[in-house]
């Protein structure tokens, strides 16, 4: 692995389905990131965590979770996604007191 | 809070100079970045400022005005390949890790 790795490239889903997209990174940066990008809306950020053990919530928090277990893996869970969770999801990750921030590839979602 | 504002679309010449503008309204950040995106890619940094005036990095430089809440990307000696999205972003005081960005501007290159 270099960099951060999504998974799925993409997936098509059934409304009120749940929903884990996974993101992993081998940078041993300590902070990372979770946001959907949608058309004339740009990056929104959903959930954030610093460091391992914490999380917070960002501008659109509503209708994610998220989990940070250890320092490469940082999940974001649709509980039962809905169709305006329709978008690109991208993680990204940066050291700590750093602000640059490094993507990974991203999840396309679509809620059907 | 934030408000950031970018337009929407540019078109430019090959081989010409392109500035894209960023404005912002906030109640205090720590800097100002610039990112690329590519369609259908992940976004890359392209540069990052903290005070005000201009960094230059290659074809590239970036322009920061504190006081008058205004930066800028310029982009010298066009190339088809610099067709792309092109994001603002700010970094709020209040959470060093955090990225809030504009809606971005989409710049294409013709020939």
């Known amino acids: 692995i270099a960099g951060i790795t999504q998974a799925p490239t993409s997936q098509i889903l059934a409304a009120g389905r749940r929903m884990t997209l996974r993101c992993t990174q081998d940078m041993r940066h300590n902070a990372m990131y979770w946001y959907r990008q949608d058309l004339g809306l740009g990056l929104r950020l959903i959930h954030y965590s610093n460091t391992a053990g914490t999380t917070g919530k960002g501008e659109v928090p509503d209708g994610y979770s998220v989990s940070r277990a250890n320092t490469d893996d940082f999940p974001l869970t649709l509980a039962s996604a809905v169709p305006s969770q329709t978008s690109v999801y991208f993680c990204?990750?940066?050291?700590?007191?750093?602000?640059?921030?490094?993507f990974g590839p991203g999840t396309r979602l679509t809620v059907l | 809070g934030q408000n950031i504002d970018q337009p929407t679309e540019m078109t430019a010449t090959e081989g010409a100079i392109v500035q894209i503008n960023c404005t912002y309204q906030t109640s205090g950040f720590n800097g100002l970045f610039w990112y690329q995106q590519h369609a259908g890619e992940a976004p890359t940094f392209l540069s990052y400022?903290?005070?005000?005036g201009l960094e230059e990095k290659g074809r590239f430089s970036s322009f920061l005005s504190r006081s008058k809440g205004y930066s800028y990307l310029l982009l010298k000696e066009l190339q088809m390949k610099d067709s792309a999205s092109y994001l603002c972003?700010?970094?709020?005081?209040?959470?060093?890790?955090?990225?809030?960005f504009g809606q971005g501007t989409t710049l294409q290159v013709k020939p």
């Open positions: 400022n903290v005070l005000d």
């Open positions: 972003a700010v970094s709020p005081i209040s959470n060093t890790g955090k990225l809030i």
């Open positions: 990204a990750s940066s050291e700590e007191g750093s602000t640059e921030q490094f």
